[in-house]
């Protein structure tokens, strides 16, 4: 009988992966539903009861604002920058809305990111004829992140000062952040602080832990989540 | 408990002749040394693993504890040896022989159930071998469980094994099993708070006599 239960137990296990999907469909609409009436925020605890989960690789980030921020812009170019937060802010801005997906499987639908074009800080720069890539630093210490040249020159690639229309909160990779929107959510490395002009792309912190290096949404890491963009 | 002559202490001058009814050894033993060391390395892996999922998917504990690719690694290490210790210790007869007796479910196993559903607290009412009906319906849950989460957590570490729509599924299993194996267990220790005579079994491996009987009333048969 012992036996009986623990056999079933496995049944049920191999069936919930087959019936999985249809399953996950349905918890997703009623809590989606229930954590937009929900004052506590509980439902954001359960699984896919959405919102941004926080991951960070190492044991503590040391906050930074307007008078300790800074990015700097090197590498293969002609005129290596520093710019502070407030020299961030006085640039053009764009705004993009699409969904946020995570490679561990959470998507928040439809978030605004506002800040400066990545392709803009770059010309901005100058990037001499050989470069072929970009690799990305984060004041967290430990992380890093690497586009192509192609890639990192989209226009929906940017140096992120707003998400969800406010100021981009510490827990969420604040004060700066990169936002590339086509790509998993692991390749917005949070707490930018470095962009570095380089000729190849170096993997990122992820990416030589078995993460794709073109993280395109769908495309990529064995998953097929509806494209972002 | 009263007192009885030979339990009061070290110091007790004698102890009675085995046919002093309601003397003799006022404890049996119930568990030995192997079964002790299972529950204990398990409920230690346990703990770990629980602890680290905790980190893993609580925001705020994530926020507080950071180190991802660390937490990660404990928390797929304590789960991988999970069940080891349940396996090291079938070199056990003691320990095997209570495997069967969990095992076994027996008529008076569907009265302690009933009993339970009516939510009916008194001994008479809910009859039991070593271990009674929630007991056996736990182990047997909890490993199931376990394997479970263990095969779901594979497929979830070894991402290149997988086809590639598993993966997502087993993430939504692993979620919520995790969920419910977290409320069992709560009760699991619960239980056990509540009874320290059962926890001293345990920690020492005999139990009192008297406790024995009221609460394992036919243990001595099973």
């Known amino acids: ?229 | 408990m009263t007192s009885t002559p030979g339990s009061a202490g070290p110091m007790a001058a004698r102890t009675p002749p085995p046919s002093d009814p309601g003397g003799a050894a006022a404890r049996v033993r119930r568990f030995g040394p192997a079964q002790r060391w299972v529950h204990r390395t398990t409920g230690a892996l346990m703990l770990v693993c629980v602890a680290s999922a905790a980190c893993l998917y609580l925001p705020q504990l994530a926020e507080l504890v950071g180190r991802r690719l660390l937490v990660v690694t404990v928390h797929e290490w304590s789960g991988l040896l999970l069940p080891v210790p349940v396996l090291v210790g079938l070199v056990s007869r003691a320990f095997r022989a209570d495997l069967g007796r969990l095992n076994r479910f027996l008529p008076y196993d569907k009265e302690w159930l009933r009993a339970a559903l009516r939510r009916d607290p008194r001994p008479a009412s809910r009859p039991s071998g070593k271990f009674n009906a929630g007991q056996k319906l736990y182990a047997a849950w909890i490993a199931g469980a376990v394997l479970v989460m263990l095969g779901t957590g594979l497929l979830m570490w070894f991402t290149g094994l997988a086809p590639v729509m598993w993966r997502t599924s087993a993430t939504f299993i692993h979620d919520w099993l995790a969920l419910a194996i977290g409320v069992v267990l709560a009760g699991h220790i619960g239980m056990a708070y509540g009874d320290p005579e059962a926890r001293r079994g345990m920690r020492t491996g005999s139990v009192d006599r008297a406790w024995a009987e009221r609460e394992h009333r036919h243990w001595k048969g099973d």
């Open chain 1, 1 to 229: 009988m012992g036996r009986r239960v623990l056999l079933s137990m496995l049944g049920l296990g191999a069936a919930g992966l087959v019936a999985a999907p249809q399953l996950q469909r349905g918890f997703e609409a009623f809590l989606g539903s229930a954590a937009d009436k929900d004052p506590t925020g509980l439902t954001g605890l359960l699984p896919n009861g959405g919102g941004f989960r926080y991951y960070s690789v190492t044991a503590s980030v040391p906050r930074k604002g307007p008078d300790t921020y800074r990015l700097t812009v090197g590498g293969l170019v002609d005129r290596p920058a520093t710019y502070t937060l407030d020299a961030l802010r006085d640039l053009p801005r764009t705004r993009i809305v699409r969904d946020v997906q995570c490679v561990t499987g959470w998507r928040v639908p439809h978030t605004p990111f506002e800040g400066v074009r990545l392709s803009d800080l770059l010309d901005a720069a100058g990037v001499r004829p050989e470069a072929k890539a970009v690799r990305f630093t984060c004041f967290d210490g430990a992380y890093s992140e690497s586009l192509t040249l192609q890639q990192a020159r989209r226009a929906d690639v940017m140096v992120a000062l707003k998400m969800q229309d406010k100021e981009i909160g510490h827990a969420h990779g604040g004060p700066v952040r990169l936002y590339v929107a086509p790509m998993y959510f692991y390749k917005s490395a949070k707490w930018l602080s470095g962009i570095s002009v380089t000729s190849g792309v170096r993997p990122g912190y992820w990416e030589e832990r078995g993460y794709d290096v073109d993280a395109w949404v769908g495309r990529s890491n064995g998953r097929e989540d509806t494209p972002t963009v």
